[in-house]
């Protein structure tokens, strides 16, 4: 009797353990698209410029990109559970702070804020999902929070564009509260009936983590256009000697030391070392794609927000309802298919997107976006899973941070480089070497936004090709 209520009492523990990573992946799928419906809004009402207000995009990313490694690593060492009630918190305080930021800046510090709980929220909610799920379901699993990240980004446009329009665009940020004060009490729950980590032993690379939140930095700073105009050419020559110093720093201390923050040996798996590289060029085609276009639609076509919010739906809809569905096939199929079939959709969309003139109809967006959705259900979903899966469970924590950080990273990067060619597609267009692209000039604006698509479509390539050599392996491999 006993060994059947504790065998209830388990099952319960991961109903709500997995209620409670759905939760918490939806808030950050929510405060990443709702933010990215409302930038056009906020640049006006900061009164900032384009090139500014990728800055609250991107120190977002950063944080993710910086402090999800170090997120997965204490998970692993004092507790998941401990640290996703952390992350809910951090989430609160940070949204309540965006909410009341007075300029551009303060915009940004918070995001910040936001970004720190966001890391942690995503590094030991997915493994907290992968965990609870049974053995060799790593693909539903996966699945499941693929669909929970999508259902934030489904709900988060049209709520977004319903706010900005009728409330006020501080109401975006006030939205998340309540739902991180829930996911606050589940872990609650869940962290009182779950035992602490025997792997309290086990040191923290701090140095390497610094030196990692480091280089996201510098390669944030070397590729975001506002600082090179502000620093100049000479200065941005030493940013790049300060970077490739603290690269080789920062392999220096992984290869020494004992329990490194990032184990570089994990890279020589092939399952993860290819899948890293396609996720990241991946991300990056996605992310220089995405920031662009909320401003072609609101400021070339003329949309309004509330509409765009409903054009956002498509990608978002369509990719929480393929990804759980993905995922089952790869524990059934493998995932090589499924990644090459995701690249080629995606690779539909920027061909469609190069095309896109002042005059397209909206229908086209959609299509774009759509897209969009289906190719990213069916490339990010096996691609995960089997990343994970392919390094020991008690690895896992680390990898899910890892893979976070390269998700992060690849959408930093995209948000930067597609300022890095809009920039300067929009100069040879516009003739004028010194401007800055300006969505009212929607001729010249739509013609450099084409190139961006292009990049996108070319740099695809890559992970067409890591996905050719994951040949059929499976999470369950």
């Known amino acids: 009797m006993n060994l059947q209520n504790q065998t209830l009492s388990n099952d319960r523990l991961r109903r709500i353990t997995l209620v409670n990573s759905v939760i918490g992946i939806s808030i950050a799928g929510i405060s990443t698209r709702v933010f990215m419906i409302s930038v056009p809004t906020l640049a006006t009402a900061l009164d900032t410029d384009m090139l500014g207000i990728s800055w609250a995009l991107i120190i977002y990313q950063m944080a993710g990109i910086g402090l999800g490694v170090v997120c997965g690593r204490l998970g692993d060492i004092y507790g998941h559970h401990i640290l996703y009630g952390c992350g809910m918190a951090t989430m609160a305080v940070g949204s309540l702070l965006c909410g009341l930021s007075q300029n551009v800046l303060q915009l940004i510090l918070f995001r910040f804020v936001q970004g720190?709980?966001?890391?942690?929220?995503?590094?030991?909610?997915?493994?907290?999902a992968f965990r609870a799920m049974p053995q060799g379901s790593e693909g539903r699993a996966q699945g499941l929070m693929?669909?929970?990240?999508?259902?934030?980004?489904?709900?988060?446009?049209?709520?977004g564009g319903f706010i900005i329009d009728w409330i006020h665009w501080r109401g975006i940020f006030f939205l998340l509260f309540l739902p991180s004060l829930?996911?606050?009490?589940?872990?609650?729950?869940?962290?009182?009936a779950v035992a602490s980590p025997a792997a309290r032993t086990r040191s923290i690379d701090w140095r390497g983590a610094l030196l990692f939140l480091g280089?996201?930095?510098?390669?944030?700073?070397?590729?975001?256009?506002?600082?090179?105009?502000?620093?100049?050419?000479?200065?941005?020559?030493?940013?790049?000697?300060?970077?490739?110093?603290?690269?080789?720093s920062f392999i220096a201390q992984e290869k020494k030391i004992q329990s490194p923050m990032i184990d570089l040996s994990f890279f020589s798996v092939p399952a993860f070392g290819f899948g890293s590289l396609g996720l990241l060029?991946?991300?990056?085609?996605q992310g220089l794609t995405t920031f662009v276009t909320p401003f072609y639609l609101q400021d070339v076509l003329k949309l309004s927000p509330s509409f765009i919010g409903l054009i956002f739906l498509a990608p978002s809809l369509l990719s929480m309802v393929l990804s759980p569905v993905s995922g089952a096939l790869t524990d059934r199929i493998g995932a090589r298919f499924l990644l090459i079939l995701g690249v080629l959709v995606l690779m539909a969309a920027f061909l469609i997107?190069?095309?896109?003139?002042?005059?397209?109809?909206w229908?086209?967006?959609?299509?774009?976006?759509?897209?969009?959705?289906?190719g990213s259900a069916l490339f990010n979903t096996p691609s995960q899973a089997v990343m994970v899966s392919s390094l020991p469970k008690e690895h896992w924590g680390i990898a899910i941070g890892l893979i976070n950080g390269i998700f992060g990273l690849g959408h930093m990067l995209g948000i930067s480089l597609s300022g890095?060619?809009?920039?300067?597609?929009?100069?040879?267009?516009?003739?004028n070497p010194g401007t800055t692209p300006d969505p009212g000039d929607v001729q010249v604006f739509a013609a450099s936004m084409n190139v961006t698509y292009l990049f996108a479509l070319g740099l695809s390539v890559i992970p067409l090709l890591t996905s050719i050599k994951m040949k059929k392996i499976s999470p369950a491999a």
Do not use: E
Not at 116 to 128: C, E, H
Not at 149 to 157: K, R, T
Not at 223 to 242: E, N, R
Not at 420 to 431: D, E, N, Q
């Open 116 to 128: 720190v709980g966001g890391a942690m929220i995503q590094s030991s909610g997915r493994t907290l």
């Open 146 to 159: 693929a669909m929970s990240h999508q259902f934030g980004f489904f709900v988060g446009p049209p709520l």
């Open 182 to 192: 829930v996911g606050i009490a589940l872990s609650t729950i869940t962290g009182r």
């Open 215 to 248: 280089l996201s930095i510098l390669v944030t700073m070397l590729l975001d256009q506002k600082i090179a105009q502000v620093m100049g050419t000479g200065s941005q020559t030493l940013l790049a000697l300060a970077f490739v110093g603290m690269l080789w």
């Open 281 to 285: 060029m991946c991300c990056i085609t």
């Open 353 to 361: 997107g190069a095309n896109l003139h002042a005059d397209s109809h």
């Open 363 to 374: 229908i086209l967006s959609a299509i774009l976006l759509a897209l969009t959705g289906i």
């Open 420 to 431: 890095i060619f809009l920039t300067l597609a929009f100069r040879f267009y516009s003739g």
